[in-house]
């Protein structure tokens, strides 16, 4: 899953958003850095959750090889079937429809689990986590990766419309703040904390920014809300265009062990 940035977004929409940001430097380190802490080996049972149109599977399905099992589960069909089109031809990677907080899946049934930028949407990420330590198996392994949304900073001159714009994107979240809340989120729910890494998601060009953060679309929208005004955001837009472009935020990476 990912940070939408469209009211009613498509199918298609949120597919293409998840590809692309997996598709950048940024999102493919991170992401081998989190298969890495799972440290998966052949057999284990891993569990995606929230697998979205199925971006991560091939790779966990390759490291717990013919004799390891693959869980995918998301609550959007229309996600779940674009990734049983990409992976049809991977039988050990099974596709379950389901909500989060309560996971189609027996107690004790994972060696590993891992959740990548989801717990940003849920309505209580501290449910979620302790359906996780239901179904792994005493010792098994989490890998979460979140963003912290209130860490957003776009580099202008115009320090006041970068602020106001990095409000009303974290603003647009439903956890914006759930990076920096995972060691605490997961203490409490009985999991121990294994490792924390703060990640910083930086972006130097102006398409692949747009892109992720959304600078036209989410000024337009704050203009509409009346937290710009236009007059704020053309020369804003004008000079982040022109460049040098610098903005960003931190990723939280947190392995823990039930």
């Given at each position: 899953?990912?940070?939408?940035?469209?009211?009613?977004?498509?199918?298609?929409?949120?597919?293409?958003?998840?590809?692309?940001?997996?598709?950048?430097?940024?999102?493919?380190?991170?992401?081998?850095?989190?298969?890495?802490?799972?440290?998966?080996?052949?057999?284990?049972?891993?569990?995606?959750?929230?697998?979205?149109?199925?971006?991560?599977?091939?790779?966990?399905?390759?490291?717990?090889?013919?004799?390891?099992?693959?869980?995918?589960?998301?609550?959007?069909?229309?996600?779940?079937?674009?990734?049983?089109?990409?992976?049809?031809?991977?039988?050990?990677?099974?596709?379950?429809?389901?909500?989060?907080?309560?996971?189609?899946?027996?107690?004790?049934?994972?060696?590993?689990?891992?959740?990548?930028?989801?717990?940003?949407?849920?309505?209580?990420?501290?449910?979620?986590?302790?359906?996780?330590?239901?179904?792994?198996?005493?010792?098994?392994?989490?890998?979460?990766?979140?963003?912290?949304?209130?860490?957003?900073?776009?580099?202008?001159?115009?320090?006041?419309?970068?602020?106001?714009f990095a409000r009303f994107v974290a603003g647009r979240v439903r956890n914006a703040t759930i990076g920096r809340d995972l060691v605490r989120l997961s203490a409490q729910t009985g999991l121990r904390v294994r490792s924390?890494?703060?990640?910083?998601?930086?972006?130097?060009?102006?398409?692949?920014?747009?892109?992720?953060?959304?600078?036209?679309?989410?000024?337009?929208?704050?203009?509409?809300?009346?937290?710009?005004?236009?007059?704020?955001?053309?020369?804003?837009?004008?000079?982040?265009?022109?460049?040098?472009?610098?903005?960003?935020?931190?990723?939280?990476?947190?392995?823990?062990?039930?």
């Open positions: 899953m990912s940070h939408r940035t469209s009211a009613t977004p498509t199918a298609a929409d949120q597919i293409a958003y998840l590809d692309t940001a997996a598709a950048t430097a940024v999102g493919r380190d991170y992401k081998r850095r989190a298969l890495d802490a799972l440290g998966l080996r052949p057999g284990h049972a891993v569990v995606d959750i929230g697998c979205g149109p199925g971006t991560d599977l091939g790779r966990l399905a390759d490291a717990v090889q013919a004799g390891g099992r693959v869980v995918g589960v998301d609550r959007d069909a229309r996600m779940l079937a674009e990734a049983g089109r990409r992976l049809a031809d991977r039988p050990t990677i099974d596709l379950r429809a389901g909500d989060a907080h309560a996971l189609p899946l027996n107690d004790t049934s994972m060696d590993r689990a891992r959740i990548d930028r989801v717990l940003m949407h849920v309505a209580d990420p501290a449910t979620v986590l302790r359906e996780v330590r239901r179904v792994l198996r005493p010792g098994g392994v989490l890998a979460l990766a979140e963003p912290d949304w209130d860490t957003l900073a776009v580099a202008d001159e115009d320090v006041r419309t970068s602020r106001r924390v890494e703060a990640i910083a998601v930086v972006f130097q060009d102006f398409d692949t920014a747009d892109r992720i953060l959304g600078l036209r679309r989410n000024s337009a929208r704050a203009v509409a809300a009346g937290e710009l005004t236009h007059a704020d955001v053309q020369p804003w837009l004008r000079r982040l265009t022109d460049g040098p472009l610098l903005a960003g935020f931190t990723l939280y990476l947190v392995t823990a062990e039930a």
